[in-house]
């Protein structure tokens, strides 16, 4: 998993590939993201999303060491959330 702080671009990425982040969804008590809120990724779209320009900062400390068997830790630190 892929701590980050979602922005516009990633959600409009991720509506586009049909996994909608933005709308509500009640039965699952989920409230719909917003950039600027937190959320864990799936490594696997994080690393999709960066290889179109998409990828939202990362909260390096909050993110699984398993995310390096799938991305450098170079790639990490390039879009870790600066405060």
Request: aromatic content about 10%; overall charge neutral; charged content about 20%.
């Amino acid at each position: 998993m892929v701590a980050a702080v979602v922005t516009n671009a990633f959600l409009e990425f991720s509506l586009a590939m049909e996994n909608d982040l933005i709308s509500a969804y009640p039965p699952s008590n989920f409230l719909g993201l917003k950039a600027g809120d937190r959320w864990c990724l799936c490594v696997s779209r994080w690393k999709e999303a960066l290889e179109v320009g998409f990828a939202p900062p990362v909260i390096l400390e909050s993110t699984h060491e398993n995310a390096l068997l799938y991305v450098t830790l170079k790639a990490l630190k390039a879009k870790a959330f600066k405060v």
